[in-house]
């Protein structure tokens, strides 16, 4: 199975070149493929804020190339570079602080940087760093494909239909996707006939990036609005939710892109199975609950607006980006160091004592 992924791997939205960071411009998708050149950590920063692009991994491989560009242009200016270098630590920390990963890469760079001997080239050091972050997702991301499989496979039968939420897909990640990778992989292996792409408003990442994702394999789906949810878990025979997250609580709370929550009870009341897909990395042992993750807003424009035109006035608006989903509505966790059904604080601290799955 695993060679038939990687024969299978189509999609890429992030790319390392010369020096010089290139993005899939996702905001131009599905009509452009367009690349955006990032060249210093500002520029990085941007992108991640601007929805250049989206999901965890993402923003955090492309964070850990953000920090090397910064290095190198305090390099090249002289001086202090280890206090300049600061500045691209805060700039790129506070680009999404959702993120768990985002943080975790951030001290990953740190540290490595902390452990230069006098003779290392620093830029160097964290090029090979970068690289391994990014190379390190995409084989996570293969590792949780095939776990996810065989709970599809452990809990029903070939053949079914599955919904998903948001973009947790090749756009998302450093490659193949945490949700949209065991999608995959499920589809790969006759287990699903058919996805439902929830809309996922106001941004439209279903239509815009997962059915694109999934049309470039020739994935059976049906794009489906947002509060149609519940009609077809109730008439098309949905088995699975598969989603991504941003961040995972110490209780089993998770963090995902808005509409996540009310999917998963939607799914616990016709009997469809809930499942998490996504890196350790994003695991927060440090805060107790959901009710401790920042959650960003959007711009209220983005709902009192259609097609550049404002079609409201005098009124406010709510346009929170994630939300929390309680762990008693998830029935499985799958992460590349192992699977938590019914998550939990202890089942949780005891994965995260866990070696990483080869």
């Given at each position: 199975m695993r060679d038939r992924l990687l024969a299978a791997e189509k999609v890429k939205a992030i790319d390392w070149r010369d020096g010089v960071l290139y993005l899939l411009d996702q905001r131009a998708l599905p009509f452009e493929e367009t690349w955006l050149a990032c060249t210093d950590a500002e520029g990085v920063a941007e992108a991640i804020r601007s929805k250049v692009l989206h999901g965890a991994p993402a923003i955090s491989i492309c964070a850990a190339y953000g920090l090397l560009l910064g290095l190198r242009q305090r390099?090249?200016?002289?001086g202090d570079w280890r206090a300049a270098l600061e500045a691209d630590f805060?700039?790129?920390?506070?680009?999404?602080p959702t993120t768990a990963n985002l943080s975790w890469v951030l001290d990953r760079m740190r540290e490595r940087l902390e452990r230069l001997k006098e003779r290392d080239d620093p830029s160097q050091a964290l090029e090979a760093q970068a690289l391994g972050i990014h190379d390190s997702d995409r084989e996570a991301n293969l590792t949780?494909?095939?776990?996810?499989?065989?709970?599809?496979?452990?809990?029903?039968?070939?053949?079914?239909?599955?919904?998903?939420?948001g973009n947790a897909g090749a756009l998302a990640g450093g490659g193949f996707g945490t949700a949209l990778g065991v999608i995959r992989a499920a589809w790969l292996d006759g287990m699903v006939e058919r996805v439902y792409v929830d809309e996922t408003r106001p941004s439209l990442q279903g239509p815009r990036l997962t059915a694109w994702e999934l049309a470039q394999d020739g994935i059976p789906l049906t794009v489906n609005a947002d509060s149609a949810a519940a009609h077809l878990m109730k008439t098309k025979g949905i088995t699975w939710v598969v989603v991504g997250a941003e961040r995972v609580a110490a209780n089993g709370d998770v963090a995902s892109?808005?509409?996540?929550?009310?999917l998963a009870v939607n799914a616990m009341h016709h009997g469809v199975r809930f499942m998490v897909v996504a890196?350790?990395?994003?695991?927060?042992?440090?805060l107790a609950s959901g009710d401790d993750i920042p959650l960003?807003?959007?711009e209220g424009a983005e709902l009192l607006e259609f097609a550049g035109h404002r079609v409201v006035s005098g009124v406010e608006a709510c346009?929170?980006?994630f939300d929390v989903t309680p762990a008693d509505l998830i029935d499985v966790i799958v992460t590349e160091k192992g699977v938590v059904e019914r998550p939990d604080a202890a089942k949780l601290a005891q994965l995260m004592c866990r070696k990483r799955l080869h």
């Open positions: 390099l090249a200016a002289g805060a700039v790129l920390s506070s680009a999404l949780m494909a095939l776990l996810g499989v065989e709970l599809i496979r452990k809990y029903q039968g070939s053949e079914q239909a599955v919904m998903t939420h892109s808005i509409g996540t929550y009310s890196s350790s990395s994003v695991i927060d042992l440090e960003e807003e959007g346009n929170p980006l």
